[in-house]
């Protein structure tokens, strides 16, 4: 956000939310968060740390889709649910946001007020809540930058680097402090707003005209005075997520720029669409939202397409190998006529070191034939051996041959998705995708937040549905995308059967298979794949389909999101979505 953006979205929520409670604090995913307010307009704060596109600002009371709490959500949540907004400031000259709380009365006796602070310092952003003392209590990403750790229980350091702007006022004051230090407006704009300092340039503003704008945006900082403004390429209700704009074509000004940018090149150049709103809050809700809707999309679509692509990679290099494999295995017909020399010459053959010289009993008037033996072994046995290797090969290629069918009949499926990945542009467009993905296999599952690894435990997840099949089986079922990786990946045997409703988000359904039976029992089959069926997206349909496999075919590629699989090998059967009359156990 621009820093002047921020200036007029902290004053007009400052105003709106001062001395209220907060009522909870909701998690949006991708490091955003909504801290919703008790007030008469049911005031929603937006707070996004998320790295590409850091943002502060309210949203009114719209409705959001909001995902269960993250550790970050849950634990902000307890603290600060019920706390009355007492400041809430910006750091002058920094993308820095202090919110001080007090807390309501406790029995635990602790302090009496916090401090909540909002850093948006693109990839360094985070948001750190501070107690007494402005030691640390928590915060919500784990930085890898030594300057900007945030440990628990050290005391809070600002950001550094923005020092010589300490005696910098924010307003018109400011003008003859500007002109000393760094030497004029457009020297200062281009250390704190980026933005505005692109639009002097391509004003071709002189130096008087310069300080005049600076003049204007540091009063309008001073009395609130705002005319926010968003530059798209289109407008913005005819932007689709096909179009993926970039920062450069969807700016959000507090003011309206003195040369609006333009956009194309040649005869295709054309000035940016300007759409006035009455808030600086709304105009980022609109601008900013509409970007990381789109930026979501893209991403999304990208990863699918990633999938698309290395799953024909993997194929093709899976086909070579038993292309290969073939040619090796088809050469064993050169074994059973060096057996075949061995045994018709086995009075005359001359023993040359680790080879027999044979007559070539194919052509008997050509060269002798010289054939690879053990030294150690009589050339009967070594003529066995040879027979018993060209045997094996011989099944070999059989074996190969099937799975060179189905590997180029797989190919030809994925293959033939790589257009359609490529000209994604809607989003049934990638719904169709993920369907035609589905059905060759593929398990999707949300895309959550980038977390740490959790530990790897061979236990049971925490929370897992229990069920007895009619033959005594147990059936364990998945709560959520990481409790799914972990029932698959670490408690689940290869021998194990797994299940999942096709085409649709749900749980993965794991039947313990002790005996090792290739096959499942028809009733213990039919019941799990009920089961996976009903704790489905397609409970409410009367035939699902279901995808059912051994452990052994599951398969996860790095960077897979939390819950989504690759099948290398399943079969499909239709049910009803229902629990068994059993009682469920939750372990």
């Not at 740490?452 to 998945?478: K, M, W």
């Not at 039976?517 to 279901?546: C, K, N, Y």
Request: with cysteine; hydrophobic share 40%.
């Amino acid at each position: 956000m621009d820093q002047f953006l921020l200036h007029a979205v902290v004053r007009e929520a400052a105003r709106r939310l001062a001395e209220h409670e907060v009522l909870r604090v909701s998690n949006l995913g991708h490091s955003r968060y909504l801290l919703r307010f008790a007030t008469s307009g049911k005031d929603n704060l937006l707070l996004s740390v998320r790295p590409d596109l850091p943002r502060f600002h309210l949203l009114g009371a719209t409705r959001v889709a909001e995902l269960p709490h993250d550790r970050f959500a849950a634990w902000l949540d307890g603290e600060l649910t019920g706390a009355v907004l007492l400041a809430l400031e910006k750091l002058p000259w920094d993308r820095v946001i202090e919110m001080r709380f007090r807390l309501p009365r406790r029995e635990d006796g602790g302090g009496v007020e916090r401090k909540l602070m909002i850093e948006l310092l693109g990839r360094s952003s985070n948001l750190i809540l501070l107690g007494p003392g402005d030691g640390i209590l928590g915060h919500c990403r784990e930085l890898r930058a030594e300057l900007r750790t945030s440990a628990a229980g050290e005391p809070y350091r600002p950001p550094l680097g923005r020092e010589a702007f300490a005696p910098v006022p924010v307003g018109p004051v400011a003008l003859p402090i500007v002109r000393d230090r760094f030497g004029g407006a457009a020297e200062f704009l281009a250390q704190v707003s980026p933005m505005f300092a692109r639009d002097l340039t391509a004003s071709g503003a002189q130096p008087g005209d310069a300080d005049r704008r600076l003049e204007q945006i540091l009063r309008a900082a001073t009395t609130g005075d705002w005319s926010p403004v968003v530059y798209s390429a289109r407008p913005l209700d005819d932007l689709r997520e096909g179009d993926l704009p970039d920062s450069d074509v969807l700016l959000v000004s507090p003011l309206p720029l003195l040369c609006p940018p333009r956009v194309g090149v040649g005869e295709r150049e054309r000035v940016l669409v300007a759409t006035p709103f009455r808030s600086a809050s709304e105009a980022a809700a609109n601008g900013l939202g509409l970007l990381e809707r789109l930026r979501d999309f893209r991403d999304h679509r990208d990863h699918h397409v990633a999938i698309v692509r290395r799953e024909i990679g993997r194929l093709k290099t899976l086909q070579g190998k038993l292309e290969s494999e073939m040619e090796k295995a088809r050469g064993s017909f050169r074994l059973r006529q060096e057996g075949e020399a061995l045994l018709a010459g086995l009075k005359s053959a001359r023993i040359e070191g680790a080879n027999a010289v044979v007559p070539d009993p194919y052509d008997p008037a050509g060269p002798p034939m010289t054939v690879p033996i053990d030294p150690a072994l009589p050339l009967h046995e070594s003529a066995r051996l040879l027979f018993e290797r060209y045997k094996k090969g011989k099944r070999g290629m059989a074996t190969i041959e099937k799975r060179l069918l189905a590997v180029r009949s797989r190919l030809a499926e994925w293959a033939a998705l790589q257009r359609p990945a490529a000209e994604v542009g809607t989003p049934d467009d990638l719904d169709r995708l993920r369907e035609e993905m589905a059905r060759l296999g593929l398990v999707h599952a949300a895309r959550p937040a980038k977390r740490a690894a959790p530990e790897r435990s061979r236990e049971v997840p925490a929370r897992v549905r229990r069920y007895t099949s009619p033959d005594g089986l147990i059936i364990l079922v998945g709560k959520s995308g990481d409790e799914n990786d972990a029932l698959t990946f670490r408690v689940a045997s290869p021998s194990d059967f797994w299940l999942h409703a096709a085409g649709r988000p749900g749980a993965h359904v794991v039947v313990r298979n002790p005996k090792r039976m290739t096959m499942l029992p028809e009733r213990s089959l039919r019941v799990a794949a009920e089961i996976a069926a009903f704790h489905s997206g397609a409970r409410q349909e009367s035939r699902v389909d279901v995808h059912y496999t051994q452990r052994k075919h599951v398969r996860k590629k790095k960077g897979m999101p939390s819950g989504q699989v690759l099948l290398r090998r399943f079969r499909t059967i239709q049910v009803t979505p229902r629990l068994p009359a059993t009682t469920i156990e939750e372990v």
